[in-house]
């Protein structure tokens, strides 16, 4: 069917398409090579063994021949040839006379023996006594008697064609079965990879499509395809966090902007409905108009938080001096402090540099202390004291705002500085639960945190900040 | 004063125009940029108010043009945008002051007439004086009538600032940008109190009070008694 067949060849062309395949097929052609050269190093090696050897053993035996020769007559020669010509795999031998005539041997030869010279010979020759008269090749010595007869002994090159022969086919058999192992090896691997890469290709378009929960198959092999799918998954999770946020955000945005707005209405209803007088009118457009600012101050706490959650400040970061923002704000907050009787005290390691924006800063620290003014007047006649302090730990700088009033429960103290959370149930106090959190996502956005701490009594706010990086306390304004 | 407004939403340019001719000023309104930007430059405006996102031509833009055709007619730029950066953005591309949407009305008149006042060259003056009070700002003095007042750096950097807008509402906010140059919004009662301690100090025991509040608003110094 043509469209099996379409189908067939795509399939195959997105295997011969992968890396893993065109890698395979690369190592694959580096092993035949291998694989050629190290069998035909082999035969060469082996041949050029088998002729040292056939010569050596030629050589023995036409010198014992040439010194029987030498010693006795022809006959005893002759006889010699004759005995040993008859046995088992035995060398080549005949003897000629000048005339060219065969005077004794065992073997047929196809060329003149006359025309040779002394020396080494391959000729082609025939056993008489065998059935076949195929012609065989034999390497053969040629050697000149002192009577002038001529002696020839010659070993048959059978055994040297059957190993050229085999190693031919070892030659064939192997690259064959390279071939097949290597292909084969080739398209299980390439299968394999694509397998993992399809299954992360599924996973991912199932995401797109809206399930965003649905993760990368890992295998638990830890494989590069495992770190892989790992390090998307973190990110996924990264992404899920942040559309958590974004979730949580406008939720609460829904529910606190909501509230304020409904108040607003409502008190333009009530007077709307009720203000008979100009300034009962007047008093009602005063209390919408504050309410409405109110509005906005939650409005840009959360964006901040929001911009907090979602990336960081490090292009309007610079080296500033933090002494300069904790005495500005200190000096901002002092005589409200002193008129709440909560002297404000600061105490400062001399010469710490920040890497901060100022303006952001500056606004977490009088979140803080602005805290400490709401919740941290003691029980106790005179002992509220508010404390700045800033040191230098371990390459990081603390920034601490410490009260001495009730502090917070230590259970409470991560949901505090979530947004919106107030521990003041009755809502007494003003304020929308925003400010805690607002200076949590200011330490984050600086690359930093917020902890909070128990003062005993009181709380102690603590921002890490990163330090500065260079040497220069920069009085850049932010 | 002559006022031009830039602003593309019709009903907010027309609110901010309207009172601004309610307080007694001139002012015109161009509904995008490139308008904006042709008023600007061949009006003779003593402050522009220029919304940032404006259709036709950016409000940045818009004030980067007219920088480049040398002329310096204060600008304050409105914007939605209230991020950090973005009021960076603004005074580098050469506005005068940024403000906030949604503003008061009375804090956009005071930062327009503070702008205004800028340009005057009379504003660097070496001393200012309301009524006997008088501030010197090259030898660091401050007196009423014949006697001296010891001030704290920051109090006689604030007296300064009001000093130099007499006779104008100077807000909050105002304040904490230009004496303590932080830009948020202080959410108690932090500024009045300086306030309150700056005017113990220039106001007490003496007949005439000269540093006023303007509800709603902001605060005043200014010599009723004339």
Known sequence: MPAEGTGFIASVGRIVRTTAFKLSAVYLMMFVFFAVFVLGY??????????????????????????QSRQGDIRRLTAII?????????????????KGDSVTGNA???????????????????????????????????????????????????????LELSIRRARGWSLLMVLLLGGFGAWFVTKRVL?????????????????????????????????????????????????????ELSDNVAHDLRTPLTRLRNGAE?????????????????????????????????????????????????????????????????PLAEEAGMPLRLALEPGLCVRANRELLGRALANLVDNALKYGASTAVGASEIMITGRKIDGMIELSVSDRGAGIPEDDRERVMERFVRLDRSR??????????????????????????????????????PAASGNDPGDEKA | MKILVVEDDAEAGRYLTRALNESGHVADLAADGEIGLEMALSGTYDVLVVDRMLPKRDGLSLIMALRSEKRST??????????????????????????????????CLARIEALARRQNPQSAQLTYRVGDLELDRLAHRVTRGDEEILLQPREFR???????????????????????????????????????????????????SLLHTVRGAGYMIRDNAR
């Open chain 1, 42 to 67: 082999l035969a060469w090696n082996t041949r050029r063994l088998l002729d040292a050897q056939i010569t050596e053993t030629i050589e023995t035996e036409i010198n014992s021949l040439a010194a």
């Open chain 1, 82 to 98: 004759e005995r040993r010509g008859r046995q088992l795999g035995s060398f080549i031998y005949l003897l000629v006379d000048n």
């Open chain 1, 108 to 162: 047929i030869l196809h060329v003149p023996a006359l025309d040779q010279r002394p020396g080494w010979i391959e000729a082609e020759f025939n056993w008489p006594d065998e059935a076949d008269d195929r012609k065989r090749l034999a390497k053969i010595r040629v050697f000149l008697l002192q009577s002038g007869l001529r002696l020839f002994v010659g070993r048959d090159l059978e055994e040297r064609a059957r």
């Open chain 1, 195 to 247: 397998g993992r890469v399809d299954a992360i290709a599924a996973s991912s378009a199932r995401i797109m499509d809206g399930n965003l929960s649905e993760r990368l198959p890992v295998s638990n092999t830890n494989d590069e395809f495992d770190r892989l799918a790992g390090h998307l998954n973190q990110m996924l999770d990264r992404i899920g966090e942040l559309m958590d946020g974004l979730r």
């Open chain 1, 270 to 334: 009530e007077t709307l409905r009720k203000a008979t007088s100009l300034e009962e009118s007047r008093e009602g457009l005063e209390r919408a108009i504050a309410e409405s600012d109110g509005l906005i101050r939650v409005f840009e706490a959360i964006l901040m938080i929001a911009r907090a959650e979602t990336g960081n400040l490090a292009t309007s970061l610079k080296d500033v001096s933090l002494e300069e923002i904790a005495s500005s704000i200190a000096e901002l907050y002092e």
């Open chain 1, 428 to 465: 007494a106090k003003p304020g929308f639960g925003l400010g805690l959190s607002l200076v949590a996502a200011i330490a984050k956005l600086h690359g930093g945190q917020m902890r909070l701490e128990d003062n005993a009594p009181g709380l102690r706010a603590v921002l890490v900040l």
């Open chain 2, 74 to 107: 204060p600008v304050l730029i409105l914007s939605a945008l209230g991020q950090v950066d973005d009021r960076v953005l603004g005074l580098r591309a050469g506005g005068d002051d940024y403000l906030t949407k949604p503003y008061a009305f009375t804090e």
């Open chain 2, 158 to 208: 604030l007296l300064e600032y009001l000093m130099r807008h007499a006779g104008q509402v100077v807000t909050r906010t105002m304040l904490l940008e230009n004496v303590w140059d932080y830009h948020f919004d202080p959410q108690t009662n932090v500024i009045d109190v300086h306030i309150s301690r700056l005017r113990g100090k220039i106001d007490k025991g003496q007949g005439a």
